[in-house]
Structures are given as structure tokens and as C-alpha cells.
């Protein structure tokens, strides 16, 4: 379970999910609307883990995690160049407000820098305006409209 940041002698770090994550990263996952147990995250991990497009950040306050960024890296033909999409991002309830998630906006940021990325992407349910704002304060702007079509039987 997240623990709060409570003083200054808290370590805040960012690091590369491994399997031994599951637990924590179905946790986080459920928090943020997209019920997962533990098999479901250990699948889901090494998926990323295998594909050098993706990346699967942690962030933990003394060894305990409290939050993910997930990202997905591609070519968009309409911009001609890559692009990071931000495919999820989340802190645990007892966490938030603390500075978690703009820290992982940031570490992505500096690793898209890094890559050449001159773009960063992220979706948002229209029904998560604390979200919005939070994108916002973090210099996002809004941005094209979206449309989903759920393909099922």
C-alpha cells in the first residue's frame, strides 16, 4: 500500500517496473479505474518490459510504491517524427499531492528529450477534471478531441 510523504527524510524514486512489481502495479492499476489483479500485471509487465517502444515507471517513497507512468513511443505520420503517448499515470490515494506525479511527468519528459521525442501525448477522461487541471498546471494544453469505438462480439 502507498505510504504518504510525511517529512523531509522521505526518498522519492523513479525506476524501471519488474515483474516483482505485479502486486503493487495491479494496486495502482485498480486505483485508477482499470481493475487488475496480480497475473494480469505480471503479463502486462513483461509485455512492456519486451518491447523497447514501451516503458513502465515506478515511483516509491522509501521502497514503498505509490505511483506508475506508463508510456508507449511511436511514429505519427501527421506529425512526422515520434511522439510519446502517456498510456497511464497514477498515484495512490494516500499519496497525491505530494509532487509524485509531476515527477513522473518529468522523468518521461527528460527520457523523451533524451530520445528525440519533441512531443508528449496523454488522454484523459473527459470525467477526470482534477486530471485536467493537473495536466494543465503541468504545461499540457488541451488539445484534439478523441473518439473511441470499443471493438467486442
Do not use: W
Amino acid at each position: 500500500m502507498g505510504r504518504a510523504a510525511s517529512s523531509s527524510d522521505t526518498t522519492l524514486r523513479v525506476r524501471t517496473a519488474e515483474l516483482g512489481d505485479a502486486s503493487d502495479v495491479a494496486r495502482l492499476l485498480t486505483d485508477l479505474g482499470y481493475p487488475s489483479n496480480r497475473e494480469e500485471a505480471v503479463e502486462r509487465i513483461s509485455i512492456v518490459r519486451h518491447d523497447p517502444r514501451q516503458h513502465l515507471l515506478l515511483a516509491e517513497i522509501d521502497g514503498n510504491v505509490c505511483g506508475l507512468i506508463a508510456t508507449y513511443t511511436r511514429y505519427a505520420f501527421s506529425r512526422g517524427s515520434e511522439v510519446t503517448q502517456i498510456t497511464a499515470l497514477v498515484v495512490a490515494p494516500a499519496c497525491q499531492r505530494q509532487g509524485i506525479g509531476k515527477r513522473l511527468l518529468r522523468e518521461v519528459e527528460a527520457r523523451a528529450r533524451r530520445a528525440g521525442v519533441t512531443c508528449l501525448d496523454v488522454t484523459s477522461n473527459a470525467l477526470r477534471v482534477e486530471a485536467h487541471d493537473f495536466y494543465r498546471g503541468c504545461g499540457y494544453s488541451d488539445s484534439s478531441l478523441r473518439f473511441v469505438k470499443m471493438l467486442g462480439d
